[in-house]
């Protein structure tokens, strides 16, 4: 029999209850019912400042419930019976429960400030607090004031900084105004909070510690601010990020017991004092501590889940730790960081010159490791917070030298990822018995690294120690990756795969390692791809530079670079298509494809096309495909920026770019991304203040959504990144991998990508820069080089022996007015692969 659950709040550990819940429900026992009072599904909070930069919502959404679950938003609980075990909803609806959870969350708490309901006063908790912020914001912008805009963020624990980063985002200089003596009081010691101020204090931001505001004023349309030691700020914008309080309104009115400072009192099962209710995150007390952190929730997430289903899990304790990157600067507390425990002993190395704080806390015998903080570089963090209440493995001080440390070895019990419980012998389990051979496997497997990711260095190293070879030879052929071949041939100058495998492979090459090479020296201009031996060493599509079709035909792609084409240029495409007898389709990159040639009647085709002014569109080829573009402030009256002519000259300055994989682009004239370059390898996304980067993206099997590089970018210093970035990836990249994956699999990931290409740490932007000029002024169109040279030309043919005599195994048939492929073998019409039929 289906029991129904009903689960009160769709939060990060709502939602993870209901997954947890319908994950192990193997025979379907409950139906479960959630009442949501947000209008849009739960999302991902911890990453919420991202959408400053983003203003997509979508790349923050959870992962969605399956049938079972029914969602209701915008209609929250307002009512709760224990005892007729029953709730009533905002909408009037009432609904009876065999079991409920309580995962109402918390509120932003907002100290009693005079001033703080004035316009400009906001708190920083959901995406609809981060639209107002920004409409208070924009709202400074039309005003013209003098002077550079200001804000005020009232608390400087973890919030209070992820909330002045974000007004950094939006081109506020933050103030922050901590009551404690120091940033981050509750994860952060004295030493390492002041080596984060004077980091942060480098990046426009303005520290206020021990102190608070003691009243907010109006005056002329700003804001006021008067601090209680006496100082003025002038201030376009204020945010209270202070704290939380539970949201346990709805159990008091029950007559649930709560806790003496607020939450719902529970058990070491999650149970409330109510038969058959409990309660998870941020609105539950548990031993008299709310905890703030998802990784709590998600533990009781996990226990409520088991207990549902008749097991006997019990909360494990709370793990406290925390690693992020507050402006900028890594931050890492994990264990007894403020050495609370008597005869608790602090190691500290304290490197000023290089920025890094780095604390253990160990037993009173330096046995044991209890704690510890990390400031600047959190890199030992993955293998010391699994550490905590273990042997130390040898002097204290090697786990935080400066050499790097001693080698550590995890027990198997150790926990490697928080967020979700995974153990070491999780990770191991998977990797042993095949299910997982490398880190995409084993966040399928366990879901280790798809919290909040820290643990992903561990899960390479867990690999390795498995015995796991991640190899990096391209083939039998050659030993080296292709990163190293390309650097290889860079460097040496060789123009011939023959040279290539007799300097540094062995044997004849293979259908791997040809095509690589292939790209390899079309990558570096090292002549034609149709040129002498290359020819040889091409794919399918790119042997005849067209795509080959289903029935042996292929397809031309013309480049019509942005979109734009001119009424004369659409003529002579329909001229063509019809005097070849072609298919034609608007492909989704903005572009027409002509469907049906055969191999002799490319070159003809080619040479129309060639004539009009086209060139090749690289359709064929790992390459640059297109650079989508909306109409932007040539027409669109919401455009902030010209999209088109941006699109135009990107496409034309990376046409024939040869690469890994293929690559595509797109460039939006505002925020409203109707081009999609949130999708593409490379997108350009418009602001009134210039253009913002993303890179990463692809649609697909599995689609991406691009992560942000660079903001507010002028076009010089755009083109100049967008250069870095493609060379760098051609460079190092795997074969056949997208940027997507290339960008996840870099050690340090975006982070270490923006420090190479924008910020030039290891001094090659020059050169990266360099060889895309040898590029844009070494590129000559494909397909006139092959109607340019006899030799090449007289590979078209259908038949050697019979040049220009049709392929008699290739026919078509009639359908919706055009000629459409006739595939042997397979059903004649009537059957299933008949055109589909609706009615109108």
Same mark, same amino acid.
């Given at each position: 029999?289906?029991?129904?659950?009903?689960?009160?709040?769709?939060?990060?550990?709502?939602?993870?209850?209901?997954?947890?819940?319908?994950?192990?429900?193997?025979?379907?026992?409950?139906?479960?019912?959630?009442?949501?009072?947000?209008?849009?599904?739960?999302?991902?909070?911890?990453?919420?400042?991202?959408?400053?930069?983003?203003?997509?919502?979508?790349?923050?959404?959870?992962?969605?419930?399956?049938?079972?679950?029914?969602?209701?938003?915008?209609?929250?609980?307002?009512?709760?019976?224990?005892?007729?075990?029953?709730?009533?909803?905002?909408?009037?609806?009432?609904?009876?429960?065999?079991?409920?959870?309580?995962?109402?969350?918390?509120?932003?708490?907002?100290?009693?400030?005079?001033?703080?309901?004035?316009?400009?006063?906001?708190?920083?908790?959901?995406?609809?607090?981060?639209?107002?912020?920004?409409?208070?914001?924009?709202?400074?912008?039309?005003?013209?004031?003098?002077?550079?805009?200001?804000?005020?963020?009232?608390?400087?624990?973890?919030?209070?900084?992820?909330?002045?980063?974000?007004?950094?985002?939006?081109?506020?200089?933050?103030?922050?105004?901590?009551?404690?003596?120091?940033?981050?009081?509750?994860?952060?010691?004295?030493?390492?909070?002041?080596?984060?101020?004077?980091?942060?204090?480098?990046?426009?931001?303005?520290?206020?510690?021990? &102190?608070?505001?003691?009243?907010?004023?109006?005056?002329?349309?700003?804001?006021?601010?008067?601090?209680?030691?006496?100082?003025?700020?002038?201030?376009?914008?204020?945010?209270?990020?202070?704290?939380?309080?539970?949201?346990?309104?709805?159990?008091?009115?029950?007559?649930?017991?709560?806790?003496?400072?607020?939450?719902?009192?529970?058990?070491?099962?999650?149970?409330?004092?109510?038969?058959?209710?409990?309660?998870?995150?941020?609105?539950?007390?548990?031993?008299?501590?709310?905890?703030?952190?998802?990784?709590?929730?998600?533990?009781?997430?996990?226990?409520?889940?088991?207990?549902?289903?008749?097991?006997?899990?019990?909360?494990?304790?709370?793990? &406290?730790?925390? *690693?992020?990157?507050?402006?900028?600067?890594?931050?890492?507390?994990?264990?007894?960081?403020?050495?609370?425990?008597?005869?608790?002993?602090?190691?500290?190395?304290?490197?000023?010159?290089?920025?890094?704080?780095?604390?253990?806390?160990?037993?009173?015998?330096?046995? &044991?490791?209890?704690?510890?903080?990390?400031?600047?570089?959190?890199?030992?963090?993955?293998?010391?917070?699994?550490?905590?209440?273990?042997?130390?493995?040898?002097?204290?001080?090697?786990?935080?030298?400066?050499?790097?440390?001693?080698?550590?070895?995890?027990?198997?019990?150790?926990?490697?990822?928080?967020?979700?419980?995974?153990?070491?012998?999780?990770?191991?389990?998977?990797?042993?018995?095949?299910?997982?051979?490398?880190?995409?496997?084993?966040?399928?497997?366990?879901?280790?690294?798809?919290?909040?990711?820290?643990?992903?260095?561990?899960?390479? *190293?867990?690999?390795?120690?498995?015995?796991?070879?991640?190899?990096?030879?391209?083939?039998?052929?050659?030993?080296?990756?292709?990163?190293?071949?390309?650097?290889?041939?860079?460097?040496?100058?060789?123009?011939?795969?023959?040279?290539?495998?007799?300097?540094?492979?062995?044997?004849?090459?293979?259908?791997?390692?040809?095509?690589?090479?292939?790209?390899?020296?079309?990558?570096?201009?090292?002549?034609?791809?149709?040129?002498?031996?290359?020819?040889?060493?091409?794919?399918?599509?790119?042997?005849?530079?067209?795509?080959?079709?289903?029935?042996?035909?292929?397809?031309?792609?013309?480049?019509?670079?942005?979109?734009?084409?001119?009424?004369?240029?659409?003529?002579?495409?329909?001229?063509?298509?019809?005097?070849?007898?072609?298919?034609?389709?608007?492909?989704?990159?903005?572009?027409?494809?002509?469907?049906?040639?055969?191999?002799?009647?490319?070159?003809?085709?080619?040479?129309?096309?060639?004539?009009?002014?086209?060139?090749?569109?690289?359709?064929?080829? *790992?390459?640059?495909?297109?650079?989508?573009?909306?109409?932007?402030?040539?027409?669109?009256?919401?455009?902030?920026?010209?999209?088109?002519?941006?699109?135009?000259?990107?496409?034309?300055?990376?046409?024939?770019?040869?690469?890994?994989?293929?690559?595509?682009?797109?460039?939006?004239?505002?925020?409203?991304?109707?081009?999609?370059?949130?999708?593409?390898?490379?997108?350009?996304?418009?602001?009134?203040?210039?253009?913002?980067?993303?890179?990463?993206?692809?649609?697909?099997?599995?689609?991406?959504?691009?992560?942000?590089?660079?903001?507010?970018?002028?076009?010089?210093?755009?083109?100049?990144?967008?250069?870095?970035?493609?060379?760098?990836?051609?460079?190092?990249?795997?074969?056949?991998?997208?940027?997507?994956?290339?960008?996840?699999?870099?050690?340090?990931?975006?982070?270490?990508?923006?420090?190479?290409?924008?910020?030039?740490?290891?001094?090659?932007?020059?050169?990266?820069?360099?060889?895309?000029?040898?590029?844009?002024?070494?590129?000559?169109?494909?397909?006139?080089?092959?109607?340019?040279?006899?030799?090449?030309?007289?590979?078209?043919?259908?038949?050697?022996?019979?040049?220009?005599?049709?392929?008699?195994?290739?026919?078509?048939?009639?359908?919706?007015?055009?000629?459409?492929?006739?595939?042997?073998?397979?059903?004649?019409?009537?059957?299933?692969?008949?055109?589909?039929?609706?009615?109108?």
């Amino acid at each position: 029999m289906t029991r129904t659950l009903v689960v009160v709040g769709h939060g990060m550990v709502g939602h993870r209850l209901v997954q947890a819940l319908r994950e192990k429900d193997a025979t379907d026992q409950w139906r479960v019912v959630v009442f949501a009072e947000e209008n849009r599904p739960a999302y991902d909070r911890v990453a919420l400042s991202s959408y400053v930069d983003t203003r997509d919502a979508s790349s923050l959404a959870l992962a969605p419930h399956d049938d079972l679950v029914e969602l209701n938003l915008g209609d929250p609980v307002v009512g709760l019976d224990p005892a007729a075990r029953e709730v009533r909803t905002a909408s009037g609806r009432v609904l009876g429960y065999d079991a409920l959870v309580l995962a109402t969350g918390s509120v932003p708490f907002v100290p009693p400030v005079p001033g703080r309901d004035l316009p400009g006063c906001h708190v920083y908790r959901t995406i609809e607090d981060l639209d107002a912020i920004r409409a208070t914001v924009e709202g400074a912008v039309r005003s013209h004031r003098a002077g550079r805009r200001a804000g005020m963020v009232l608390g400087g624990g973890l919030l209070g900084l992820e909330a002045a980063n974000a007004l950094r985002g939006l081109g506020i200089s933050p103030h922050v105004v901590e009551l404690g003596p120091r940033l981050m009081p509750l994860q952060v010691d004295e030493g390492g909070a002041g080596l984060l101020k004077r980091l942060v204090e480098k990046l426009d931001l303005t520290v206020h510690t021990g &102190t608070s505001a003691s009243a907010i004023e109006r005056d002329r349309g700003r804001l006021i601010a008067r601090l209680s030691n006496g100082t003025e700020l002038d201030l376009d914008v204020v945010v209270f990020s202070a704290g939380i309080r539970p949201r346990d309104e709805l159990a008091r009115a029950a007559g649930l017991a709560v806790g003496e400072r607020g939450g719902v009192l529970v058990d070491e099962a999650c149970r409330t004092s109510a038969e058959d209710v409990y309660a998870v995150g941020e609105c539950a007390n548990l031993d008299g501590v709310v905890y703030g952190l998802v990784a709590p929730g998600y533990s009781m997430a996990e226990v409520v889940a088991d207990r549902l289903l008749g097991g006997g899990a019990a909360f494990p304790g709370a793990d &406290t730790s925390t *690693k992020l990157k507050l402006l900028g600067v890594d931050v890492a507390s994990f264990g007894d960081a403020h050495a609370r425990q008597e005869g608790a002993l602090e190691v500290v190395v304290n490197d000023a010159v290089a920025g890094t704080y780095a604390k253990v806390v160990v037993s009173d015998d330096a046995r &044991t490791l209890l704690g510890g903080v990390l400031v600047g570089d959190a890199s030992r963090y993955p293998v010391l917070r699994p550490l905590v209440g273990r042997p130390v493995p040898g002097d204290p001080v090697s786990l935080i030298g400066p050499a790097g440390g001693v080698e550590l070895t995890l027990p198997n019990d150790a926990q490697v990822c928080s967020c979700h419980a995974v153990t070491k012998q999780h990770v191991v389990d998977a990797v042993t018995s095949g299910d997982a051979v490398d880190v995409p496997g084993i966040k399928a497997c366990t879901r280790a690294g798809t919290g909040c990711g820290s643990c992903v260095p561990m899960l390479k *190293k867990l690999l390795s120690e498995c015995g796991v070879e991640q190899s990096k030879a391209l083939c039998e052929h050659f030993d080296q990756s292709r990163a190293e071949l390309f650097e290889v041939v860079r460097s040496t100058g060789i123009t011939t795969f023959s040279e290539l495998i007799d300097r540094f492979g062995r044997g004849r090459g293979c259908d791997l390692c040809k095509p690589t090479v292939a790209s390899i020296l079309a990558s570096l201009d090292r002549g034609h791809v149709l040129g002498g031996e290359q020819a040889a060493l091409q794919d399918t599509n790119d042997h005849f530079l067209a795509n080959i079709q289903r029935n042996g035909t292929y397809s031309v792609v013309p480049r019509i670079p942005g979109g734009e084409i001119t009424p004369e240029k659409l003529i002579v495409i329909g001229e063509v298509a019809r005097d070849f007898g072609l298919y034609t389709k608007i492909t989704g990159g903005q572009r027409i494809d002509l469907f049906g040639a055969t191999v002799d009647q490319l070159p003809r085709i080619w040479r129309r096309l060639v004539d009009a002014g086209f060139e090749s569109g690289h359709a064929y080829g *790992k390459a640059l495909r297109t650079v989508k573009s909306c109409v932007g402030t040539t027409w669109c009256r919401y455009g902030v920026q010209d999209s088109v002519g941006l699109a135009i000259a990107l496409e034309l300055r990376y046409r024939g770019l040869r690469s890994p994989h293929k690559l595509k682009s797109a460039v939006s004239g505002c925020a409203r991304e109707c081009a999609e370059a949130r999708g593409k390898d490379f997108g350009i996304i418009a602001t009134e203040n210039g253009w913002n980067l993303y890179v990463g993206g692809n649609g697909g099997f599995t689609p991406r959504h691009a992560d942000l590089l660079a903001s507010d970018l002028d076009t010089a210093t755009l083109v100049r990144l967008i250069d870095r970035f493609l060379v760098f990836y051609i460079r190092t990249a795997d074969r056949l991998q997208r940027t997507s994956a290339w960008i996840e699999g870099l050690e340090g990931g975006l982070d270490h990508l923006r420090a190479v290409v924008v910020d030039d740490s290891l001094g090659i932007c020059a050169d990266l820069e360099a060889a895309m000029a040898g590029h844009v002024a070494g590129y000559a169109d494909e397909w006139r080089g092959v109607l340019e040279d006899p030799e090449k030309l007289a590979r078209f043919t259908s038949f050697v022996n019979a040049p220009g005599t049709p392929d008699p195994t290739i026919s078509f048939r009639e359908e919706r007015g055009q000629k459409v492929p006739v595939l042997l073998g397979l059903p004649a019409p009537g059957g299933k692969n008949d055109p589909v039929e609706v009615s109108r």
